[in-house]
């Protein structure tokens, strides 16, 4: 343990997200934030070089550090990321899985597993069911929703190859969540994209809104150049060397935002609680008691899930793969050590410390903690710097949900259950 973990005191838990093979992927989504890593280890110019992988050495070495690093009592969660995870063949995962039984000692090993869908058949869905994998499956709505950005190299729509994979899974008895972006085209239509996700059968539901910046070059080779510039943040600054950028225009706004996630969740509450679960809507109640919910979005502080790429490189996070936030690499510094470290408990520390003054003195604050940091590059209403630019749809949000959030938390403290709230007339009437 180094001196940095010393200071910090005992080894708390972390996640990591591997990424197997890398940023290589069969599709070419336009929101894609991930493709550009692949420029942080292969040369833009002279030949092209084979798309990296983790190799066999690494993924024993990390499989062993990932399982000593975690706490006894807990079962050991791997997560398996992309890229595209599915582009490494089964062997692959098998040898994975002789690893996980032979360093864990009969501890309890999860595997989590996020693809794009297309590459799923009835054997990996054999592989997964027998070996309890958890599969994310991004689907983004109906057709025409999917399709507007979800296309494959060559330029083609992917969504019933995605649907195939739905069927799949559902008829080989495989696990899977559904993980959802919101960008501008899909946020329009909250209700046709849940009454859609609820009549393919899908009970477990994943956000992620889009909010991605690009710089100037970018936006002019994209024909972006109508997209508003936005001023970089300090951090932002400091981070791409750019004074001021452009919003993607397939990103959502604030007030798509706060459209979508209400009128989704009026769809939910209506007969729903209890049957489907959605992420953002089981983190708020979350909130609402006082525990910590199951998103790092929301959560007060940052820092305990770390993204480690095909060499072996750590950094703080899957939305922070820059150099500046390189923790290190496996082969010559431990996973422990490095999610431990000051810099790694100092990047985790930086959401909270923060926060904007609009922030602070916010009734929600408690259930948004400021939302993810890569998000706060907006002004506040008396014209902080660093403050989140979904604000206003969040807080859209959080007002819409507050009563039957406190219906549901008196429900839970009562010992019933919180779809109770379904048969009790609530007024929003704040």
């Given at each position: 343990?180094d001196?940095d973990?010393?200071?910090?005191?005992?080894?708390?838990?972390?996640?990591i997200?591997a990424k197997?093979?890398?940023?290589?992927?069969?599709?070419?989504c336009d929101?894609?934030?991930?493709?550009?890593?692949?420029k942080?280890?292969?040369p833009?110019?002279?030949?092209r070089?084979?798309?990296?992988r983790?190799?066999?050495?690494?993924?024993?070495?990390?499989?062993?550090?990932?399982i000593?690093?975690?706490?006894?009592?807990?079962?050991?969660?791997?997560?398996?990321?992309?890229?595209?995870?599915l582009?490494?063949?089964?062997?692959?995962y098998?040898?994975?899985?002789?690893?996980?039984?032979?360093?864990?000692?009969g501890?309890?090993?999860?595997?989590?597993?996020?693809t794009?869908?297309?590459?799923?058949?009835?054997?990996?869905?054999?592989?997964?069911?027998?070996?309890?994998?958890?599969?994310g499956?991004?689907?983004?709505?109906?057709?025409?929703?999917?399709d507007?950005?979800?296309?494959?190299?060559?330029?083609?729509?992917?969504f019933?190859?995605?649907?195939?994979?739905?069927?799949?899974m559902?008829?080989?008895?495989?696990e899977?969540?559904?993980?959802?972006?919101?960008?501008?085209?899909n946020?329009?239509?909250?209700e046709?994209?849940?009454?859609?996700?609820?009549?393919?059968?899908?009970?477990?539901?994943q956000?992620?809104?889009?909010v991605?910046?690009i710089?100037?070059?970018?936006a002019?080779?994209?024909?972006?150049?109508?997209?508003?510039?936005i001023?970089?943040?300090a951090?932002?600054?400091?981070?791409n060397?750019?004074?001021?950028?452009?919003?993607a225009?397939y990103?959502?706004t604030?007030?798509?935002?706060?459209?979508?996630?209400?009128?989704?969740?009026?769809?939910?509450?209506r007969?729903?609680?209890?049957?489907?679960?959605?992420?953002?809507?089981?983190?708020?109640?979350?909130?609402?008691?006082?525990?910590?919910p199951?998103?790092?979005?929301?959560?007060?502080?940052?820092?305990?899930?770390?993204?480690?790429?095909?060499n072996?490189?750590v950094?703080?996070?899957?939305?922070?793969?820059?150099?500046?936030?390189?923790?290190?690499?496996?082969?010559?510094?431990?996973?422990?050590e490095?999610?431990?470290?000051?810099?790694?408990?100092?990047f985790?520390?930086?959401?909270?410390?923060?926060?904007?003054?609009?922030?602070?003195?916010?009734?929600y604050?408690?259930?948004?903690?400021?939302?993810?940091?890569?998000?706060?590059?907006?002004?506040s209403?008396?014209?902080?710097?660093?403050?989140?630019?979904?604000?206003?749809?969040?807080?859209?949000?959080?007002?819409?949900?507050?009563?039957?959030?406190?219906?549901?938390?008196?429900?839970?403290?009562?010992?019933l259950?919180?779809?109770?709230?379904?048969?009790a007339?609530?007024s929003?009437?704040?």
């Amino acid at each position: 343990m180094d001196q940095d973990t010393i200071l910090l005191g005992e080894k708390r838990p972390f996640h990591i997200m591997a990424k197997a093979a890398g940023a290589e992927c069969n599709m070419r989504c336009d929101y894609c934030y991930y493709l550009e890593k692949d420029k942080l280890y292969r040369p833009s110019k002279g030949p092209r070089q084979p798309s990296p992988r983790l190799s066999d050495e690494l993924l024993e070495l990390y499989i062993r550090q990932y399982i000593e690093a975690q706490p006894r009592q807990a079962p050991v969660v791997f997560t398996w990321h992309g890229g595209e995870a599915l582009i490494r063949p089964r062997s692959f995962y098998q040898r994975a899985l002789e690893l996980q039984q032979r360093y864990g000692q009969g501890r309890r090993i999860e595997n989590t597993l996020q693809t794009n869908g297309l590459l799923v058949n009835e054997d990996w869905c054999r592989f997964f069911r027998d070996h309890d994998f958890l599969i994310g499956l991004s689907l983004d709505g109906y057709q025409e929703q999917h399709d507007a950005y979800r296309r494959t190299v060559g330029g083609l729509p992917t969504f019933e190859r995605v649907m195939r994979a739905v069927d799949l899974m559902q008829r080989l008895g495989v696990e899977f969540n559904i993980l959802s972006t919101v960008n501008t085209h899909n946020a329009d239509d909250p209700e046709g994209y849940y009454r859609f996700m609820k009549g393919i059968g899908v009970r477990y539901i994943q956000f992620t809104p889009i909010v991605e910046r690009i710089d100037e070059s970018c936006a002019r080779k994209a024909n972006f150049v109508e997209a508003p510039y936005i001023h970089a943040s300090a951090e932002s600054r400091e981070m791409n060397g750019l004074e001021r950028v452009r919003l993607a225009p397939y990103s959502i706004t604030p007030e798509q935002w706060g459209s979508f996630t209400t009128g989704v969740f009026d769809e939910w509450i209506r007969e729903d609680v209890g049957e489907v679960f959605v992420q953002l809507f089981d983190s708020t109640l979350a909130g609402w008691m006082g525990v910590e919910p199951g998103v790092c979005t929301l959560g007060k502080v940052c820092g305990h899930a770390g993204v480690m790429e095909h060499n072996g490189d750590v950094y703080s996070c899957d939305h922070y793969v820059y150099p500046r936030y390189l923790l290190g690499n496996i082969r010559q510094r431990s996973l422990s050590e490095m999610m431990n470290s000051s810099e790694q408990y100092r990047f985790g520390r930086a959401k909270l410390e923060g926060l904007t003054k609009q922030c602070l003195e916010c009734e929600y604050l408690f259930a948004c903690n400021g939302e993810c940091p890569k998000n706060r590059f907006a002004q506040s209403s008396d014209g902080e710097w660093g403050h989140n630019y979904l604000c206003s749809g969040y807080y859209r949000f959080w007002s819409h949900v507050a009563p039957y959030m406190d219906y549901m938390k008196q429900c839970l403290l009562q010992g019933l259950p919180a779809s109770q709230v379904m048969r009790a007339h609530i007024s929003r009437d704040q």
